[in-house]
């Protein structure tokens, strides 16, 4: 495969870059400290093209590929994590699935609203009692005159508390052996559609998630996305590419690991010389620089088949697999590099190893991203 960038392509990667080391990096550890949401971050994303990436401009979106997006993603996740994945739910999460299965009405008044920037969206699949599998989904909608009637609950919904609109799935058919589901748009403000406050986590503080309720909501049969019964196909397909995504995030947070540490390693003294010049720590971080290029050529392969719109559900799951548990691995040497203060707030590696860690649970945990590859191996 051709992994040599486009004029556009290095653009893109440059002008995030840039942008990351202007606005974003610099506020990292003050967005983690005080769990604030940064708007400001967010709304220049927005301006930038970065919240629409793929998403033609006829409807609002910067009109990239697949690979730009993700080489945006991983110099913005270098900088902040919570600022990463913001626009991952975004752009994977919310504006590709309405683009492939939106109806034109959808595409011209939500999509263009949120791949622009001027709104943002976000993605519920996971439940309380339901998170990988969807056969015990207990959120429900009911056919009504005109529409439909939703009740249940979803959690850990990222961008959930700021989101104009949330891409929800729901059981419309229980009848036969395996629940169907139907995907809904909802716009935040629908008589039944409720939040809780922000969820507290371990990491990605910035990146605001909640709970969200639908209480006898009503939502009009133009809310349907994609067709009646056909949600499972259109969050499978989401999850293809949105697994992308979050392998890029984790590649953004491995590399800031581990440029920092690389850093640290050429100032810090021990025994007389800086302790890049001994061995062990040249080991860390050869292992570290090692698996940061082998996930980052698994992550822009599965890019370059979604763009060529090859089936890449196992290379996404690939991808996702291995740069999430990657990135931990680096985060956990980096630490171990800087000793005591690796474990201080006052250095960035600490936050690093809080963010990396979801990346192994969202969007799929590690062992469904290993069932998915099992099973297209096994099926030859």
Same mark, same amino acid.
């Given at each position: +495969?051709?992994?040599?960038l486009t004029?556009e392509?290095?653009? @893109?990667r440059?002008t995030?870059r840039?942008f990351?080391?202007?606005?974003?990096a610099?506020?990292?550890a003050?967005?983690d400290?005080?769990?604030?949401?940064?708007?400001?971050?967010?709304a220049?994303?927005?301006?930038l093209g970065f919240?629409g990436?793929?998403i033609?401009?006829?409807?609002?979106?910067?009109?990239?590929?697949t690979?730009?997006?993700?080489?945006?993603?991983e110099?913005?996740s270098a900088?902040?994590?919570? =600022?990463g994945?913001?626009m991952s739910?975004? *752009?994977?999460?919310?504006?590709?699935?309405?683009?492939?299965f939106?109806s034109?009405e959808?595409k011209?008044e939500v999509?263009?609203?949120?791949? =622009?920037?001027?709104k943002?969206?976000?993605?519920?699949l996971?439940?309380p009692?339901?998170?990988?599998?969807a056969?015990t +989904?207990a959120t429900g909608?009911?056919?009504v005159?005109?529409?439909?009637?939703?009740?249940?609950?979803k *959690?850990?919904?990222t *961008?959930g &508390?700021?989101a104009?609109y949330?891409?929800?799935f #729901?059981v419309?058919d229980?009848?036969g052996?395996?629940?169907?589901?139907?995907a809904?748009? @909802?716009?935040?403000?629908?008589?039944g559609f409720?939040?809780?406050?922000?969820?507290?986590?371990l990491?990605?503080h910035? #990146?605001?998630?909640?709970?969200?309720?639908f209480?006898q909501?009503?939502v009009?049969?133009?809310a349907?996305v994609?067709?009646v019964g056909?949600?499972?196909?259109? #969050? +499978?397909?989401t999850l293809?590419?949105g697994?992308i995504?979050i392998a890029?995030?984790?590649l953004?947070?491995?590399r800031?690991?581990?440029?920092?540490s690389i850093?640290?390693?050429?100032d810090?003294?021990s025994?007389?010389?800086?302790?890049?010049?001994?061995?062990a720590?040249?080991? +860390?971080?050869?292992?570290?620089?090692?698996?940061?290029d082998?996930a980052r050529l698994?992550t822009w392969? #599965?890019?370059?088949m979604k763009?060529s719109q090859t089936?890449?559900?196992m290379? =996404?799951a690939?991808?996702?697999?291995?740069?999430s548990?990657?990135?931990?691995?680096?985060a956990?040497?980096?630490?171990q590099?800087?000793?005591?203060?690796?474990?201080s707030?006052?250095f &960035?590696v600490?936050?690093?190893?809080?963010?990396?860690r979801?990346?192994e649970?969202?969007?799929g945990t590690s062992?469904?991203q290993?069932?998915?590859?099992?099973?297209h191996?096994?099926?030859?």
């Amino acid at each position: +495969m051709n992994f040599d960038l486009t004029d556009e392509q290095r653009l @893109v990667r440059d002008t995030a870059r840039d942008f990351a080391a202007r606005e974003i990096a610099p506020k990292a550890a003050e967005i983690d400290r005080t769990s604030r949401w940064p708007a400001e971050i967010v709304a220049k994303m927005g301006e930038l093209g970065f919240l629409g990436m793929a998403i033609p401009d006829q409807y609002g979106g910067g009109g990239f590929d697949t690979l730009a997006y993700v080489l945006a993603m991983e110099e913005i996740s270098a900088a902040c994590a919570s =600022s990463g994945v913001i626009m991952s739910v975004n *752009n994977s999460l919310f504006c590709d699935p309405i683009y492939k299965f939106g109806s034109e009405e959808q595409k011209a008044e939500v999509l263009a609203a949120c791949a =622009s920037g001027n709104k943002l969206g976000c993605f519920g699949l996971t439940e309380p009692m339901s998170g990988s599998d969807a056969q015990t +989904m207990a959120t429900g909608a009911e056919k009504v005159s005109g529409g439909w009637v939703i009740n249940g609950a979803k *959690n850990w919904i990222t *961008n959930g &508390p700021h989101a104009d609109y949330i891409l929800v799935f #729901a059981v419309t058919d229980r009848s036969g052996s395996k629940v169907r589901h139907t995907a809904f748009v @909802v716009p935040k403000g629908t008589p039944g559609f409720t939040q809780a406050p922000p969820d507290h986590k371990l990491g990605i503080h910035g #990146a605001h998630s909640c709970t969200v309720f639908f209480e006898q909501c009503f939502v009009p049969d133009t809310a349907v996305v994609g067709s009646v019964g056909e949600g499972f196909k259109v #969050a +499978m397909a989401t999850l293809d590419g949105g697994r992308i995504g979050i392998a890029a995030q984790a590649l953004g947070i491995a590399r800031a690991a581990l440029e920092t540490s690389i850093a640290y390693s050429k100032d810090r003294k021990s025994f007389g010389v800086p302790i890049a010049q001994h061995q062990a720590i040249q080991f +860390m971080l050869s292992d570290m620089a090692t698996e940061l290029d082998a996930a980052r050529l698994l992550t822009w392969r #599965a890019a370059q088949m979604k763009d060529s719109q090859t089936r890449h559900s196992m290379q =996404s799951a690939q991808a996702k697999l291995y740069a999430s548990e990657m990135a931990t691995r680096v985060a956990h040497k980096a630490i171990q590099i800087h000793g005591g203060y690796g474990y201080s707030a006052e250095f &960035p590696v600490e936050r690093h190893y809080r963010d990396a860690r979801i990346t192994e649970i969202y969007e799929g945990t590690s062992e469904i991203q290993r069932i998915v590859i099992a099973s297209h191996a096994l099926r030859g």
